[in-house]
């Protein structure tokens, strides 16, 4: 390569593109094990039968996948119920949810969606030369269904729904959400991303197929990255419309999911019974850190999630640092908060020493300042 050859201009919205920060380990402290809890990934190993599926998968990568991924689908449908003509498969819902703007989106189109949500969106929506339109969360965090619809204009073509909603693990209730598509113009199209669906329990949540039954301008996202454990692989889906289903495998990378992550999801979707398990233990810790954050003062939107959120506004950096300097490394959003996963219990305890010591100098913070101030 010559040295003053300059090569040829990248597209200008790739300099416009917020960072998409991927989780780090923390930098090591003698004496304390690093834990990363902030990507809500899942502290357990594979399902039981999925590395058997995984090598036995290996053993074939001199051949191409099944670009319709016709088995995992097959799967799917039975699991859920749906016909697999309905059913779209990508790496990643996070891709998944690329194929659908690309799918439905021209260069101006709008895409409306919560703030704050998944940092995803804005990246996927300006690739595709479409336009974000943020509807700010109400105070207490949650999607403002009446604002967003409110939003819609002649050049809306989608709405991504966050529910439960990464970072704050809100949800919009069953009601909510059809009362809000009661409203949306059938020539819009409502995505509805449950990729932590698994974790609620609250029996308001939305039941999206259903709702998918009565609305063909609904999508479903969902993924086996959160509660199925399958981070690393790399497989999401999308249920839908027919056609529009038809639309998200032809915008879809070709051969995108790997043949290897077909069985794995496969196999994992058969290991129905040990996920039960395995969540109901990682609710059951949301549900002991949520209460012992609450014992200690913290007043934090309830989380039907794997994660909890801290609304700590301009002392995000502060906390965040705090965590860092025992090991723990959890996700700071510039001046908004910190949603931290619940991962491995000992990374729980950690965290709930460090959210005490917190409360603990905030509260002899907020008495020494009033001593400071001379009297009148
Ligand atoms: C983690 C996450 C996803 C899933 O991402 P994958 O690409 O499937 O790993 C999708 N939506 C939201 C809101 C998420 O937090």
Known sequence: MTRDASPPPTRPVLATLPAYRAGRLPEPVPGLTAYKISSNENPYPPLPGVLAAVHAAAERMNRYPDMANTALRTALSNYLGVPMEMIACGTGSVAVLGHIIDAMCDAGDEVIYAWRSFEAYPIAIALAGAFSVQVPLTPDHRHDLHAMAASITETTKVIL????????????????????????????????????????????????????????????????????????????????????????????????????????????????????????????????????????????????????????????????????????????????????????????????????????????????????????
């Open 161 to 376: 729904v966050c529910t439960p909603n990464n970072p704050t693990g809100t949800i919009v209730t069953d009601t909510e959400l059809r009362d809000f598509l009661a409203v949306v113009p059938p020539r819009v199209l409502v995505v509805i991303d449950e990729a932590y669906l698994e974790f609620g329990t609250d029996p308001e949540a939305p039941d999206a197929l259903a709702i998918l039954r009565d609305h063909p301008n609904v999508v479903v996202l969902r993924t086996f990255s959160k509660a199925y454990g399958l981070a690393g692989l790399r497989v999401g889906y999308a249920v839908a419309h027919p056609d529009i289903a038809e639309a998200l495998r032809m915008t879809a990378t070709p051969f995108g999911v790997n043949l290897v992550a077909q069985e794995a999801a496969i196999a994992s979707l058969a290991a129905r019974d040990d996920l039960q398990v395995r969540v109901k233990e990682l609710v059951a810790e949301r549900d002991r850190v949520e209460a012992a954050l609450a014992e200690q003062g913290w007043v934090l939107p309830p989380s039907q999630a794997n994660f909890v959120w801290f609304p700590l506004g301009e002392q995000t950096p502060d906390f965040a640092a705090a965590c860092e300097e025992q090991a723990l490394t959890v996700r700071p959003y510039a001046s908004d908060g910190v949603r931290a996963t619940i991962g491995e219990s000992a990374a729980c305890e950690r965290l709930l020493e460090i959210t005490a010591a917190w409360r603990a100098r905030a509260a002899t913070e907020e008495v020494e300042p009033a001593a400071a101030v001379p009297g009148p």
